[in-house]
């Protein structure tokens, strides 16, 4: 299409739509960042976040990508030679992994199919054969954001318990955070890993630290070398409301009127509304006689749903037709999923009548794109969305 009216339909899994609300607050003036008002604004969003992650320990807020919150974690607690076990669920816990390969960790990692989560019964296995206590880390990507698969971390962490296993837990929730249900203290995690694009409803920008006690008190001994990643100065600064170097000031504005959104709208209310919007998408693939990527129920994604097309189809083929026809644009297939799977995002600033639109352009792109379904998958979703 040469020419479109209307907005663009932003159906990825991240970065997700921004509130106005949230657009409006980033364009204040940008006031001193080593002033009183900044140190009023800063400490209120440090006490805000601690909810959204579950925890009553610090949260670290960097200028940075997610990515940077993988590196932050990582040399903060571990020295060089560590080994480090990672679950192979999908493009970014194998991205993590290979982040700590390049920073001179001993990698161990779980194979996975990435239809599944990480296995905390593989886990089990591994750290009992592991006698001399040579991992020093458990890593695990909460949603994973390549294929729409939730990890339970409650049972990694019980898994670790159950073994006598000292390791420490980090955890991905990148792409659940302010989506998913996420208990940082609950579910004994050390170090919890996340950005703003996603559920938070922000620009990409800034990335979080949750650091719980047993990984502060590693960051005093580990020696993989930092500098802009370290927790020590942060941590001394956030305690006077500031940061030991230049903050994104009006993403923090941003920050500030998206926690308010979500509180307004109750966490738990948040968390229902994702879950009930992943129920309904998958009632539609079903309905269009296709198959979810993720495979164990236990799993599914309120953040959203990966769809395997059919062989002899090309997910990237379907993807184009969608945004020429209908300006949305869906996930693409990473890393060996590309071109079997497209990507529906439902999370954030989103609606009933967003999802409903959403499957709708996906329906009508898929017959044009040559995929034959078997029913109306929009229908089923809205006959789900109408029972509440």
């Not at 998913?180 to 919890?192: A, L, N, S």
């Amino acid at each position: 299409m040469d020419d479109t009216t209307g907005r663009h339909f932003l159906q990825i899994p991240g970065p997700s739509n921004v509130p106005d609300e949230v657009l409006r607050a980033m364009s204040a003036p940008t006031i001193d960042h080593r002033g009183p008002d900044f140190s009023a604004l800063f400490g209120e969003l440090l006490r805000d976040l601690r909810p959204v992650f579950g925890t009553a320990e610090p949260v670290i807020v960097y200028p940075s990508s997610g990515t940077g919150a993988w590196e932050a974690a990582l040399v903060n607690t571990l020295s060089p030679g560590d080994r480090v076990v990672v679950f192979e669920t999908g493009h970014f816990s194998t991205l993590w992994g290979g982040m700590a390969a390049k920073i001179g960790l001993d990698v161990q990692v779980i194979p996975g199919d990435w239809r599944r989560g990480a296995d905390p019964d593989r886990l089990a296995e591994v750290l009992a054969a592991d006698t001399g206590h040579r991992i020093r880390a458990v890593c695990a990507v909460h949603n994973e954001t390549s294929t729409g698969v939730v990890s339970r971390i409650r049972e990694v962490r019980e898994a670790i318990d159950a073994a006598g296993h000292p390791a420490l837990l980090l955890v991905d929730t990148i792409s659940s955070l302010g989506s998913v249900d996420y208990r940082h203290d609950e579910w004994g995690v050390d170090v919890t890993v996340s950005c703003s694009q996603k559920g938070l409803m922000l620009p990409p920008g800034l990335a979080f630290n949750a650091v719980g006690p047993k990984a502060l008190e590693a960051s005093r001994t580990a020696r993989l070398a930092r500098s802009y990643w370290d927790w020590a100065p942060m941590l001394e600064a956030n305690g006077r409301g500031f940061t030991p170097y230049t903050p994104a000031t009006n993403l923090l504005y941003g920050l500030r009127e998206a926690l308010r959104l979500l509180n307004a709208e109750g966490l738990p209310a948040v968390f229902a509304r994702h879950d009930r919007y992943g129920r309904a998408v998958r009632a539609a693939v079903r309905a269009w006689g296709l198959e979810v990527l993720c495979a164990d129920e236990r799993e599914y994604s309120g953040v959203l749903t990966g769809v395997l097309v059919p062989e002899h189809h090309d997910a990237d083929h379907v993807r184009r037709v969608i945004l020429d026809r209908y300006d949305m644009s869906l996930g693409a297939g990473l890393g060996r999923l590309a071109g079997r799977v497209f990507r529906i995002g439902h999370l954030g600033h989103t609606n009933d009548l967003t999802i409903a639109g959403a499957l709708a352009g996906v329906q009508m792109g898929l017959g044009h794109a040559g995929v034959k379904v078997a029913g109306d998958g929009l229908a089923a979703a809205l006959e789900l969305l109408d029972e509440h």
